[in-house]
């Protein structure tokens, strides 16, 4: 099942005399890029969170959010008084040695360690437990939407990959007469040249080289072959495919490229501009998905 890397997931805990609220929102990302905020009576379990983050969504852009919402006379921090005193009284003395004016001192005093606590007890293992509980639940959520994305991007990605197959089926359709065409073109320039002055061997050599340059038929064949494959990663591969359906549009392009410098066809050039066209659908397609 095709994953797209967009995603949204929300859950409500009433906790304590609050409401503990989980929001997490996905963007498509080559790496694992999380932007993180926490209450400060969950600092403890930061690195627990990301780790849970990353285990089950691999990869993206995600902003996770835990908010505390509720009665408004709710002390979410606290001030350690004396600390604070300790701070702004050793600050104050600090200035009138240095001739320094008094600016801003509680701004910095806010700033130093331990001066703000957070008005919670420690968690209980009961607590932390339904909050990571409920962090997964909303995992779940933006892994449902993400499925459904998915599924319209696997559609996007078909059509396009069905357009480029039928494109190389039209193109071995013509390739035959372009063939008649290019070896008419040969013989007429050949009957303009002096049969006596020719080199039979360099003529072999040139002849043998101007057929290997034109031909297209191994590109048509690789071409055929990555387009399979890609169609098998989508449908049957089990493991993350993004990265493998990103390598595959760039096999694809490659060939895509040697088929039209090769091609010197009119008719045939069509179709690989509507392939390109098709190609650059896929790319843009492929960076959303997991």
């Keep these: 099942m095709l994953h797209s890397m967009t995603g949204y997931g929300r859950v409500n805990l009433n906790f304590r005399v609050q409401q503990l609220t989980v929001e997490i929102k996905t963007l498509n990302s080559k790496y694992f890029d999380l932007n993180l905020k926490i209450p400060a009576?969950?600092?403890h379990k930061e690195f627990d969170i990301r780790n849970l983050l990353q285990e089950k969504l691999?990869?993206?852009k995600i902003d996770c959010s835990i908010l505390l919402e509720g009665q408004e006379n709710f002390e979410a921090v606290k001030i350690n008084e004396k600390l604070a005193e300790e701070y702004l009284s050793q600050l104050r003395a600090f200035c009138k040695k240095q001739n320094l004016v008094e600016e801003n001192l509680l701004d910095q005093v806010l700033k130093m360690p331990q001066v703000l606590e957070s008005a919670f007890s420690e968690l209980s293992e009961n607590e932390c437990?339904?909050?990571?509980?409920k962090i997964e639940i909303g995992i779940g959520k933006l892994n449902q939407h993400r499925i459904q994305e998915g599924r319209s991007l696997k559609d996007d990605l078909l059509n396009s990959l069905s357009n480029i197959e039928n494109a190389v089926l039209e193109i071995e359709k013509i390739a035959p007469n372009?063939?008649?065409?290019?070896?008419e073109k040969l013989d007429a320039l050949l009957s303009e040249v002096d049969q006596n002055k020719l080199d039979e061997t360099r003529l072999e050599q040139e002849l043998l080289y101007y057929i290997e340059k034109l031909d297209i038929n191994e590109e048509l064949s690789r071409l055929k072959g990555h387009c399979e494959y890609f169609r098998e990663i989508i449908e049957n591969d089990n493991s993350s495919k993004g990265k493998k359906l990103g390598f595959m549009s760039q096999e694809l392009g490659r060939e895509i490229n040697t088929l039209g410098a090769k091609a010197n066809d009119t008719d045939i050039q069509r179709f690989v501009v509507l392939m390109k066209e098709d190609l650059e659908k896929i790319k843009e397609q492929v960076n959303n998905a997991l």
Excluded: D, M, T
């Design 58 to 60: 691999q990869r993206g």
């Design 178 to 183: 372009r063939r008649v065409k290019k070896r």
């Design 41 to 43: 009576f969950l600092k």
């Design 129 to 133: 437990k339904e909050i990571f509980e």
